[in-house]
């Protein structure tokens, strides 16, 4: 069963994906990150900038778009839907919504900020894991 993993209050959501995709990379971990189109642009221009001397190879995937071979195996690929994910072994969701399909992947990782809207999504996707009887872990983050 697919674990799912939630990381609350956390103060910049793009900025704790980047540190948690270099730690899954860092790992050997290969994750999709599924997301709205403008916060896949965001968090792409995030991943070139965010370490200084540190490059997180990733693949921005458009709906319905072919990866060439030699592009398969980047670590880290942004899409809208995980129809279009090349691997099934961590997602990353920065959606509102659970994302269709997250149950095929090995991991699904929740990231909620601190605003109220943010932590009212996150909660309606805590629900909609857990009513669906996954159990959820819950991890803290403090500045």
């Given at each position: 069963?697919t674990?799912?993993?939630?990381?609350?209050?956390?103060?910049?959501?793009?900025?704790?994906?980047?540190?948690?995709l270099?730690?899954?990379?860092?790992k050997?971990?290969?994750?999709?990150?599924?997301?709205p189109p403008?916060?896949?642009e965001?968090?792409d221009?995030?991943?070139?900038?965010?370490?200084?001397?540190e490059?997180?190879?990733h693949?921005?995937?458009?709906?319905?778009?072919?990866v060439?071979?030699?592009?398969?195996?980047?670590?880290?690929?942004l899409v809208?839907?995980?129809?279009?994910a090349?691997?099934?072994?961590?997602?990353l969701?920065?959606?509102?919504?659970?994302?269709?399909?997250?149950e095929?992947?090995?991991?699904?990782?929740?990231?909620?900020?601190?605003?109220?809207?943010?932590?009212?999504t996150?909660?309606?996707r805590w629900?909609?894991?857990?009513?669906?009887?996954?159990?959820i872990?819950r991890?803290?983050?403090s500045?």
């Open positions: 069963m674990e799912v993993s939630f990381h609350f209050n956390v103060p910049d959501r793009l900025l704790y994906a980047c540190r948690l270099r730690k899954a990379t860092r050997g971990a290969r994750v999709t990150v599924a997301a403008a916060t896949l965001q968090l221009r995030v991943l070139w900038t965010f370490d200084p001397i490059f997180l190879p693949l921005r995937v458009p709906p319905g778009g072919a060439t071979p030699r592009l398969r195996d980047t670590p880290v690929w809208e839907t995980t129809a279009d090349g691997h099934h072994e961590v997602l969701n920065l959606g509102s919504q659970p994302p269709i399909g997250f095929s992947f090995a991991r699904v990782i929740e990231i909620v900020a601190t605003d109220e809207q943010e932590r009212s996150g909660r309606d629900k909609h894991y857990a009513g669906r009887g996954y159990a872990q991890h803290e983050v500045d």
